[in-house]
Nanobody
Framework: QVQVVESGGGLVQPGGSLRLSCAAS????????IGWFRQAPGKEREGVSC????????YYVDSVKGRFTISRDDAKNTVYLQMNSLKPDDTAVYYC??????????????????WGQGTQVTVSS
């Protein structure tokens, strides 16, 4: 059964850091793009970052470049999102997703096939 499960969200002060994890099961990461998305109240779901399945190329939305880093541990079949210098605007539910149709860049929600349940990230003092 194909599944992705997020963990690692929480409450952090502005300027702080969090690391989100996306554990994949039922498939291996080698061929499929894995993306991180976020959705704040009243806003549309936004692509934050993705990592290519075939060549590990990484992509980021402009608002997180230089602050967030996506990475992959094939031995653990897990993708991480390291988030540094967090801002209140980063507050959202963060979702991990797997695309079985795209192996490289995929930053739009409709390019993904399997979604996790989401994890809340709140940046507040």
């Amino acid at each position: 059964q194909v599944q992705v499960v997020e963990s690692g969200g929480g409450l952090v002060q502005p300027g702080g850091s969090l690391r989100l994890s996306c554990a994949a099961s039922g498939f291996t990461l080698d061929y499929y793009a894995i993306g991180w998305f976020r959705q704040a109240p009243g806003k549309e779901r936004e692509g934050v970052s993705c990592i290519s399945g075939t060549n590990r190329k990484t992509y980021y939305v402009d608002s997180v470049k230089g602050r967030f880093t996506i990475s992959r541990d094939d031995a653990k079949n897990t993708v991480y999102l390291q988030m540094n210098s967090l801002k209140p605007d980063d507050t959202a539910v963060y979702y991990c997703a797997a695309s079985f149709r795209y192996s490289d860049r995929a930053m739009y929600a409709d390019e993904y096939d399997y979604w996790g349940q989401g994890t809340q990230v709140t940046v507040s003092s």
